[in-house]
């Protein structure tokens, strides 16, 4: 079993989503192994985001994550960050196809509802920040 990391953004957490968006994966045969719902500090998701740093979006990104409560999930089933992040599709909600997750909720950048973990090794990195802080 591989698990993976998605966030519920707080776009969709807005609009009462939740419920449906988690529900796309438990369809897709994703078992949820642990669900966390809470509005972290921004420290918290820029260091989440550190590898976007440099980039001219992440100011707008580290607003956006702490605009609202997030809906974090840890998901498992074989393959399971490849079969999230095709779930989700493409950054870009008007670049996504219809029937992913963001082709069908997402709004526009930086609100795209929700996040997959990218990798294997990055799923065990974000899982780690997310589930076994010390509080
Ligand atoms: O989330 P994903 O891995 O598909 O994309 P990313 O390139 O890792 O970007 C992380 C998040 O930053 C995206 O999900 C968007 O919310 C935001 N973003 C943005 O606001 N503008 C961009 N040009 C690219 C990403
Ligand atoms: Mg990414």
Do not use: Q, W
Not at 6 to 16: L, S
Not at 33 to 57: D, G, I, L, N, V
Not at 103 to 119: E, F, K, Q, W, Y
């Amino acid at each position: 079993m591989e698990r993976t990391l998605i966030i519920v953004k707080p776009d969709a957490v807005e609009r009462g989503m939740v419920g449906e968006i988690i529900s796309r994966f438990e369809h897709a045969g994703f078992e949820i192994t642990r669900m966390r719902f809470e509005r972290p500090e921004p420290e918290f998701f820029r260091r989440f985001y550190a590898e976007h740093e440099e980039k001219p979006h992440f100011k707008r990104l580290i607003e956006y994550m702490t605009s609202g409560p997030v809906c974090f999930v840890e998901l498992a089933r074989p393959e399971a960050v490849e079969r999230a992040r095709l779930l989700v599709g493409a950054t870009d909600p008007n670049e996504a196809t219809p029937g992913s997750i963001r082709g069908d909720i997402g709004i526009d950048l930086p609100r795209n509802s929700v996040h997959a973990s990218d990798c294997p090794e990055a799923a065990e990195r974000e899982v780690a920040l997310v589930f076994d802080r010390t509080e």
